[in-house]
């Protein structure tokens, strides 16, 4: 099925979103470019495991072009090197601290198509052509980033991304220089019944570089959305990326890390929790393609009443990687019967120069560990709670305080209403 058949909107509708985020042309001849290849794009084949659990005719958003919403709420969640509000129709809402701005800390509206484009290629890395193509042509929203050779950022770069129209479409890219370091903080929050999301995240660390990046995604019921992050790594830099799916009633989720360059490495940590019937679909991918790399993937989700959790996890070690190394591990709670939960772990290994492993498993909450927490005094929902906190410590654990403390408010929420297993 190809896009035409799919309703997309026309080249005007570029044009229109353009207009309302006061581009030049060059902004705009890459939009009308992108819709060029948007016209002739498929949606994926849902014969591809990768598509298998998820339709994507559910994430395709209507129109993105929207009026100018109204003025940005401030936002008070601690200190931060910079902090950013996106809404779909409007420039950025931007704030940097004196430091960040004294250390040279760029945060800007993208504005050339050579920061639309980074330098990370494009959809032959796997990443769905359709979904790329429509956030490139489309996209109503967006910020660029960058932070100079050698700084290191104390506090976090806040980047907040509000469901505030029917179609919401963000990108946002990070460029962090030679040996600097920081935390980007990523939160998609808002929305309502209806609303669609197709937003692209590209990362890029140069050599040496230390990036923290925390992904959250915690969109009001009934909104649809498919985000994706591509990172690549320079020679020895370090990326650690921390996620987590609670809101929405689907959602697709891509991250995809490239390590480039000799002695470069990449860790996911992440968490999902669905519960009523929210769907939640993790793709990650780990592709080798310089010697001495090293990556790491522990994804854990947890699935009550009818949620259903799938995951698909890729390594790639390309012939050139050698003495890499490579783990990965997706771990399913079911606290009901009628939870689901799917796991396809992937290995392509291109020479014999490895050390690689992977591991998945489903099971329903272990009647030995509440037995032995009711023994000691703890009520059922009380033992159930504390055996799903230690199950998503890992991840929670790595986030910034901030964002740690809302995310265990809203699990601390689903765990309050948890009844027992489905009989």
Not at 40 to 48: E, G, K, S
Not at 319 to 342: K, S
Not at 389 to 402: C, Q, S, V
């Amino acid at each position: 099925m190809h896009a035409a058949a799919t309703a997309i909107p026309g080249e005007d509708r570029a044009a229109e979103i353009s207009r309302l985020l006061g581009e030049g042309g060059d902004l705009l001849g890459a939009r009308l470019a992108a819709h060029r290849d948007l016209r002739t794009a498929a949606l994926p084949d849902r014969v591809r495991h990768l598509w298998r659990f998820t339709n994507p005719a559910h994430l395709l958003p209507g129109d993105p072009a929207v009026p100018a919403p109204e003025l940005f709420a401030s936002v008070n969640e601690g200190p931060a090197a910079a902090r950013v509000v996106l809404r779909p129709g409007a420039a950025p809402h931007v704030t940097v601290s004196p430091a960040a701005a004294a250390a040279g800390v760029e945060v800007a509206p993208i504005a050339s198509s050579t920061d639309l484009d980074l330098q990370l290629g494009d959809e032959a890395d796997g990443s769905p052509v359709l979904f790329g193509a429509l956030n490139r042509a489309l996209w109503n929203c967006g910020v660029r980033v960058r932070i100079p050779r050698g700084v290191t950022l104390e506090a976090p770069l806040h980047v907040r991304v509000e469901a505030a129209a029917p179609a919401v479409l963000p990108r946002l890219l990070v460029e962090v220089g030679e040996d600097a370091e920081a935390t980007l903080v990523e939160e998609h929050v808002g929305g309502r019944e209806g609303t669609r999301v197709v937003a692209r995240t590209e990362l890029d660390a140069a050599a040496g570089a230390r990036l923290r990046h925390v992904l959250v995604q915690r969109w009001s019921e009934g909104v649809h959305g498919h985000l994706t992050a591509r990172a690549r790594a320079g020679r020895d830099a370090d990326l650690r990326t921390t996620f987590a799916s609670l809101g929405g009633s689907r959602a697709k989720v891509e991250l995809l890390s490239d390590l480039a360059g000799e002695g470069a490495r990449s860790e996911m940590r992440g968490i999902a929790f669905g519960a009523a019937d929210q769907r939640f679909d993790h793709h990650t991918r780990h592709r080798h393609l310089a010697g001495r790399t090293w990556s790491d993937i522990d994804f854990k989700a947890v699935a009550d009443g009818r949620a259903r959790s799938s995951y698909t996890g890729l390594i790639r070690i390309e012939e050139a990687a050698r003495g890499a190394e490579a783990f990965q591990e997706n771990r399913n709670l079911l606290l009901a019967d009628t939870g689901r939960a799917d796991s396809i772990p992937e290995l392509e290994i291109l020479n014999e120069d490895v050390s690689c492993s992977h591991g998945a498993t489903v099971a329903p909450v272990d009647p030995e560990q509440i037995f032995y927490l009711q023994s000691r005094g703890l009520a059922p929902e009380a033992a159930v709670r504390l055996v799903v906190h230690g199950f998503l410590a890992g991840a929670l654990d790595r986030m910034p305080e901030r964002t740690r403390e809302s995310v265990l408010k809203l699990v601390t929420a689903r765990l309050d209403g948890w009844k027992g297993a489905a009989a």
